[in-house]
């Protein structure tokens, strides 16, 4: 077999893969935890974006 085939019970590695975000449901709960989790990503853009204001 050639190494570019695949086999029928492995996936293609070029087929869509299904999309995580997309997946779950925009619940106000999923936002609020998802809003709670990126609260150090969010200080963290405040300060460089303070450091470069100056």
Partial sequence: MEPTEHTPDQ??????QPNQILA??????NCRTD??????????MAQQDA???H
Avoid: C, I, L, N
């Fill in 35 to 44: 809003y709670h989790a990126g609260a150090d990503v969010r200080q963290t």
């Fill in 11 to 16: 996936p293609s590695p070029r087929a869509p």
């Fill in 24 to 29: 779950v449901p925009a619940t106000v709960e």
């Fill in 51 to 53: 450091k470069g204001r």
